[in-house]
Structures are given as C-alpha cells and as structure tokens.
C-alpha cells in the first residue's frame, strides 16, 4: 500500500509556506509512511524538476536549522507535478494517468488537499468524480477542504452538496489550521485528563469566560479577498468558534473523530440566537484608522477590522455564563488566548484590609507563549491581611528538553493520512457555524446597524470597548504574553 497527496493549488502561497515544510518536517521525523508521494497540480507550466528546485529554496527558507541536504535529496525524490487546469476533464484523465504511473503498489490511499482559489472547490471534486478519482475500491481516498468553506449558510450548503455527491462525509476533512495547534489539542488534556478542573467548569463556578484572538498585523495586501470576508467570516465563523466550542463542550465518552464532534456541535445548537436590539448590545464592531487606504479596499468601506460579541450557551453547564469574543487586525500584539474568570468569593473575610479580590483566572495562552497560568489571591507578605494576585505559571517552552512546537499543518495532515477527523469540521458543524454568523453579519448590513468604532492601531481595539465590559461590571484581560 503506497500514500499519494495530491496538492491542488501547488504554485500557491500556502503549499510552499506550510504544507512541503510539514510534509518535510514529517518527513525528518520518520512519520511519512514509507512510500509516501506528493504530486502538485496547478496551471504554471513546471516539470518535475522545476517544481522541486522551487520548494527546495521555499523549504529552506521555512524549516531554517532543520534543513538538511541529504534528507531533501531523498524527500524531493517523492515530489511530482502535473500543469492541470481544474475546469479542464482532460487535465484529470492526465493525472490519473501520472497517478497510475507512480503508485507502483496495486492499492494505494489517496489525499487530495485543495489549496485552489474557493470558488474552485466544487469544480475540483465534481472532476476527481469524473475521472474516476474518488472510487475508493483500491484504497482510501479522501479530501482536505481549505478555508474559507463558503461565504455564508446558503453557500456552504450549497459546497457541503456537491461534495457529498462525490466523496462520503468520512471521505471530507475541512480544515480549520487552529484545531492543529498544539495548545488547542491542550485543552482536551487539560479538561479530560485532569480531576481538577472539571467541577469547577460551570455556572457555578465561572463568572464568564473571554476568547481574544488578537493580530497585531493589519490587512496589508490581503485587501481585495478581506474587504469582501471582514473579521467574522475571516476569524469568527471558524477559529473563535472552534475555540468556544473546545472550550465549553461536554466530555465525549470517547476520544473518537464523530463523538468529539458530535459534543461540539451540540455547543453550537446551544449558543442562544439574537433578537431585536441583541445586535446591538451584544455585537461590537470597529474599523483600524488607515484600514481604507489599504489596497483593495474599497474609500467608503464600512468592512469590520474588530469585533466583540457576547454569546450565551444555553445549557444545564453554561446556562446566563457569557462567553465574550473578540477579535482584531492593527492590535496592541499577537496573543490568542482563552481567559476563564471564575467568580469572586462569596463573602469578604477581612474587610477594608483586602483589596476587592477579583477572583481566581485561569488563562489558556493559545499563542505565542504557549501556555497556562493560574491567577490566584496570595497575601503580601509582612502586612496585616493584604493580598496580591499570583500566578502559576506552566510553559510550553520552559520543558526542558521539550522540542518547539510543531506547525499546525503537521498535525493535521498526518491525522488525514491516518484517517482520523478529530481535528477536521463536520458539515453540519460548519453549517451551525454559519447560521449564528450569518444574523450578525446581516444586522450589521442594515440600517439598524450597531456604530462602527474606529481605532488607532497598537491598542485593544476602539477604546468605546473597554466601556461596554465596564458597564457590564467586567474587565478585559488585556495583557500581552511574555516571551522568553
Ligand atoms: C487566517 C485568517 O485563517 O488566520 C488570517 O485568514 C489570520 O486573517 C490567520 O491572520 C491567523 O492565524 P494564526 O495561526 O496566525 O493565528
């Protein structure tokens, strides 16, 4: 049995940045199956040789120290290419032939990683199906779907459709490169492998709890596709989602792809929808100052850069708990990170002599600074009953001996490859995704629209948001992570 991945998209950004880095990284460790091959397809006119002249510089410049000339000698070996035109039939029948013609074992799994222009995908598959590329009666064959998977609810039905008329969900693994990230895949240990925390995982115990996934970088040339995503379809549909839903779910009874996903989507069918004037006091939205002198962006664009919103999960864990989200371009630094603040002690043993505690924190550091903290109340030594906040602190990076974090990307197609779609979304997990972005989105189309908040870049977005926690008597955790 040999493994094929077949890159759609190959002269593109993303296969020369992450996928042949990982695929290589891989590669170095000894986890590529033995007879492992990679073929690239695009419309650039490359041979063989070429394309693999090409990623070996791209390689280089990604992987750094690990680069080794030997190793890619025998890696580029694997790599081949096919100049295909996806809405071409006969660019398929060609592939197949090259396929046959390197699978040198009678069966062989199949991955088809589209890395294309979206508006391609449906084209791409409803091809593989045509040329017979999806028949799996000689070995698996399976699908990795980029983001973004549709615009809205209708188009990823819509995409969700096609799909399923050629490939078998178990067949599809849509990606969402957060679900890749060590720190993410940490949450599930930190919840499910630990007794600790998991009485104190509800409404009992926790006042809310905050998502930020900030960026300190602005649009920059990413104009063109940004202006027409902004913020929500960009950050919100699928990555501050994916962190919510880790981040709230119930156990699954096993760590199996469909029950994982099953408890996930069950976070979604909970988040409560929005109504009337809900928009406008749970959604928040701003714009960076110079976001319209950015390329391809439109002089009157009214595209959100930040947005906040405050969603409840109406359960028997988080029933009234709000989970605030929030996410930014031109902010103060790059930190995702999941802050859960517990409630403040029920009574105040010693009076005016303590400060008002504000309640223990425990903070998820998703990236850079990958790690947790504990906040908790401690007494300054040498004074009456004084007490400070501490902190205990874990790092990734302080284990010693302990290698750097692997990419995303590693991660997730080695799970592919092995047929494991934990990490990958479900279409009715996507679809879900849509139907609670899809009201905001439409809301903030119309006429009632909330204010949209300009901000300077290099801070916490529109200064009008650190209000709008206040009134709610809350405090964003704004704090840039410390790298060593
Ligand atoms: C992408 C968005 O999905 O995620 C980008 O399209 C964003 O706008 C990026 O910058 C953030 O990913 P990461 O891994 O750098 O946090």
Redesign the pocket.
């Known amino acids: 049995m040999s493994d094929t991945i077949v890159i759609f998209g190959a002269s593109g950004d993303l296969t020369s940045r992450k996928l042949i880095p990982a695929l290589f990284q891989l590669f170095l460790k000894g986890r590529l199956p033995q007879e492992a091959r990679i073929v690239g397809v695009s419309r650039s006119d490359f041979t063989h040789q070429k394309w693999r002249d090409l990623l070996s510089q791209s390689t280089r410049q990604y992987v750094g120290d690990q680069f080794n000339e030997t190793a890619w000698s025998e890696f580029a070996n694997r790599i081949f290419y096919h100049p295909g035109d996806i809405t071409n039939s006969e660019s398929f029948s060609a592939l197949a032939k090259l396929l046959a013609e390197i699978e040198t074992t009678e069966s062989s799994s199949r991955i088809y990683y589209l890395s294309t222009m979206p508006q391609l995908y449906a084209e791409a598959i409803k091809q593989l199906g045509a040329a017979g590329l999806a028949d799996d009666r000689h070995g698996s064959r399976r699908v990795i779907i980029e983001?973004p998977f549709g615009t809205d609810l209708k188009t990823a039905q819509r995409l969700n459709d096609s799909i399923h008329d050629v490939f078998r969900e178990d067949q599809i693994y849509r990606i969402d490169?957060?679900l890749g990230k060590e720190t993410v895949q940490n949450i599930f240990a930190l919840r499910f492998a630990n007794s600790i925390f998991e009485p104190l995982w509800n409404r009992r115990y926790v006042d809310h709890v905050q998502i930020t996934?900030a960026?300190e970088?602005v649009v920059g040339r990413r104009g063109g596709y940004y202006d027409e995503s902004g913020v929500l379809r960009?950050?919100f549909q699928?990555?501050l989602l994916q962190l919510l839903m880790i981040t709230a779910m119930e156990p699954p009874a096993r760590y199996d792809a469909n029950l994982v996903r099953d408890e996930k989507v069950k976070v979604l069918h909970c988040i409560r929808k929005m109504v009337g004037g809900d928009f406008a006091n749970q959604t928040f939205r701003g714009q960076y100052e110079g976001y319209l002198s950015e390329e391809g962006v439109p002089e009157e664009s009214e595209t959100a850069t930040f947005a906040a919103l405050k969603l409840y999960c109406d359960n028997w864990r988080w029933k009234d708990v709000p989970f605030y989200l929030r996410s930014g371009k031109g902010m103060s630094c790059r930190t995702?990170q999941i802050v859960i603040q517990f409630k403040q002690v029920p009574h105040i043993l010693f009076g005016a002599k303590m400060r008002e505690p504000l309640g223990n924190r425990l903070v998820i550091q998703v990236?850079p600074a990958e790690g947790i903290q504990l906040h908790f109340e401690t007494k300054v030594p040498d004074s009456d009953m004084k007490t400070r906040t501490s902190t205990l602190d874990f790092s990734f990076q302080n284990q010693a001996g302990e290698a750097d974090l692997p990419d995303a990307y590693q991660r997730l197609l080695l799970d592919a490859i092995n047929g494991d779609a934990s990490l990958f979304a479900r279409s009715d997990e996507v679809e879900l995704a849509w139907g609670i972005i899809d009201p905001i989105i439409a809301a903030w189309d119309s006429p009632a629209a909330p204010e949209l908040h300009r901000y300077a870049t290099g801070y916490w977005g529109p200064s009008e948001i650190s209000d709008w926690m206040q009134e709610q008597g809350r405090e964003w955790f704004d704090v840039c992570p410390v790298l060593n």
Do not use: I, L, S
Request: zero cysteines; glycine letters at 0%.
């Open positions: 983001k490169h957060y996934v960026e970088v960009d950050m699928n990555h995702t990236q």
